[in-house]
């Protein structure tokens, strides 16, 4: 009920947006997230969204490069990336749950695929 798009590669210092898009529901009562896990690390948290948008919860690892959105009455959730480094090379996923705490600790109901991006230096 949720789909990734967006990964892919590029060159360290670029830039790439992911999207989320639910289909079968709506998550607009939901907090929404998204999350990453690299070859051999485990998941880990990169951002998180309230369910109505005031509130964002971001890694120290990505502060001040990403920044999550989630426009009003859509159904789809970004995550746009800045200045993007090798290290930030995984899967990413995004995932929703009625609680915001749950997404800051890599819990929730519904998650999507994932989508590969790859950072080159």
């Known amino acids: 009920q949720l789909v990734e798009s967006g990964g892919g590669l590029v060159q360290a210092g670029g830039s790439l947006r992911l999207s989320c898009a639910a289909s079968?529901?709506?998550?607009?009562?939901?907090?929404m997230g998204w999350f990453r896990q690299a070859p051999g690390k485990e998941r880990e948290f990169v951002v998180a969204i309230s369910s109505a948008g005031w509130t964002t919860y971001y890694a120290d690892s990505v502060k001040g490069r990403f920044t999550i959105a989630r426009p009003r009455g859509g159904n789809t959730m970004y995550l746009q990336m800045n200045s993007l480094k090798p290290e930030d090379t995984a899967v990413y996923y995004c995932?929703?749950?009625?609680?915001?705490?749950?997404?800051?600790?890599?819990?929730?109901?519904?998650w999507g695929q994932g989508t590969q991006v790859t950072v080159s230096s």
């Open positions: 079968e529901r709506t998550f607009s009562d939901y907090a």
């Open positions: 995932a929703a749950d009625p609680s915001v705490s749950s997404i800051r600790t890599i819990k929730a109901d519904y």
